[in-house]
């Protein structure tokens, strides 16, 4: 109990980010089921129209938009582990759905229930994990997960690919059943128990998290730190969004991550993904259909373990910019090899599949997962939730601009010039990256808040 240990917060987060996990098999699961539901054997009892599965389909981002502002007001008024336990609760519901009825309309519903967790996952699970983790492993605790997203969609791509339609949802059920029998036992952050009063309850789960006594200096250094900012914090007012863009630091922070957001959501990749067929068929690669599935979830996997194994061994800043730079060089390269095709010319059929691969490990390795891990260290923990419910809304509505244009754009200007846009918009990821974004590696939100007032 001296030395302390970590394996607990690594449980408690993976357990947490098991919604993550349901997520992906959520974000994956019309991929392999479109073909089924529209076969002449399809589970619905006819084939589902194109209309129909554009409806499945997009009831999950449009959703996303309700569910962050409801998970904001759990999170703040009823605490960070009561709002993860709804999400894996509705998400558990959305199965149900599916197994019960084929009815277009009650699956419309059921990806309703899905999307509206999925708006919650982005904001509230980075708030929870960075409250029960320590500073030196935090980064790897938040950016693990995009890998149980990953994960989920390999899992569905793979079980869609070779099982039947209700023996994967029986699967997928048992799987969110666990998560939530498992978070009922998980705890709740130590920020919000000392936000709502219970001091000694915040000290007795740090110290379960840590292994270490509840009298430990350490626990108690940082329960008293808590209880200062929540002391400092309470004697002011309410503090409101139109009060956080009066504060100078938070302003800084918040005008930091919406630029950084906007970047990442518009930098091709989130497109890539969706229309990944259509870009290895224009780029002349010819790939089975369930290797050509399998590969972008299996590369965004190895790139999430490449980010959870770097993010705190050489900062948030620096994999950000390299991150960048590498899908700006290889987006050029693929516009180039597009427009080679284009007129004629000829590369190594290779060429492509190396390309893409680059670039869906290069946004999982860190265009991805960094700026959350960034905001999620960067506000004070009384506004985080806040914060990042605002920015997460307005993360899931432009990178719906992004999906809606991309069809619309490679029609009028061509894939290679589209390429060639998204590589403009990662060099400029790039540039502001290196100039704007602070590093918040090993910084306590203070000498972070400090940093930002000086910008």
């Excluded at 039947?164 to 919000?192: C, N």
């Excluded at 059929?349 to 190396?354: A, E, G, M, S, T």
Aim: charged share 10%; hydrophobic share 50%.
């Amino acid at each position: 109990m001296g030395k302390g240990h970590t394996y607990v917060q690594w449980i408690v987060a993976f357990v947490a980010e098991m919604t993550l996990l349901t997520y992906g098999l959520q974000a994956g699961w019309v991929s392999p089921m479109k073909v089924i539901l529209q076969s002449e054997s399809s589970p619905a009892g006819r084939p589902l129209t194109e209309m129909e599965m554009t409806w499945v389909a997009s009831a999950v981002p449009l959703a996303g938009v309700i569910g962050v502002p409801l998970f904001v007001y759990i999170a703040d008024s009823y605490g960070r582990k009561v709002g993860v336990l709804v999400m894996a609760i509705m998400q558990m519901c959305c199965w149900i759905i599916k197994l019960s009825t084929t009815n277009i309309i009650c699956l419309i519903i059921a990806r309703i229930l899905a999307g509206i967790p999925a708006g919650g996952c982005f904001q509230l699970i980075p708030v929870y994990v960075k409250e029960i983790s320590q500073d030196n492993i935090r980064g790897m605790l938040v950016s693990m997960f995009l890998l149980m997203q990953n994960l989920g969609i390999l899992m569905i791509y793979a079980m869609g690919s070779y099982l039947g339609y209700y023996t994967v949802l029986w699967i997928v059920l048992t799987m969110s059943v666990a998560s939530v029998l498992a978070l009922i036992k998980a705890p709740e952050s130590p920020s919000f128990l000392v936000k709502i009063g219970k001091y000694e309850e915040a000290a007795a789960t740090m110290a379960f998290l840590r292994g270490l006594d509840m009298n430990h200096k350490e626990i108690l250094g940082e329960v008293n730190l808590l209880k200062e900012d929540d002391r400092h914090f309470k004697s002011l007012p309410d503090i409101t969004l139109l009060a956080i863009l009066k504060n100078r630091s938070y302003r800084t922070g918040l005008l930091l991550v919406v630029i950084i957001i906007t970047v990442q959501a518009i930098n091709g990749n989130y497109a890539m993904f969706t229309y990944a067929s259509s870009v290895f068929s224009e780029s002349g690669v010819t790939l089975s259909p369930e290797l050509q599935s399998l590969s972008i979830p299996i590369v965004m996997i190895l790139g999430s373990f490449t980010s959870m194994s770097c993010v705190d061994k050489f900062g948030r800043k620096v994999l950000l910019t390299l991150t960048f730079a590498i899908i700006t060089a290889a987006l050029i390269s693929l516009g180039t090899i597009l427009t080679m095709r284009h007129q004629g010319g000829s590369f190594p059929n290779w060429l492509p599949v190396v390309i893409i691969i680059v670039s869906v490990w290069s946004h999982a390795a860190g265009v991805a997962p960094m700026p959350y891990v960034i905001m999620s260290e960067m506000f004070n923990f009384q506004i985080r939730a806040k914060v990042l419910g605002c920015v997460v809304s307005y993360a899931w509505f432009v990178s719906f601009l992004q999906l809606f244009a991309f069809g619309p754009a490679i029609s009028l200007i061509g894939l290679h010039n589209t390429m060639y846009c998204f590589a403009a918009v990662n060099l400029v990821g790039v540039f502001l990256t290196l100039l704007i974004v602070p590093e918040t590696k090993g910084k306590s939100v203070e000498e972070i808040e400090k940093m930002l007032a000086k910008k």
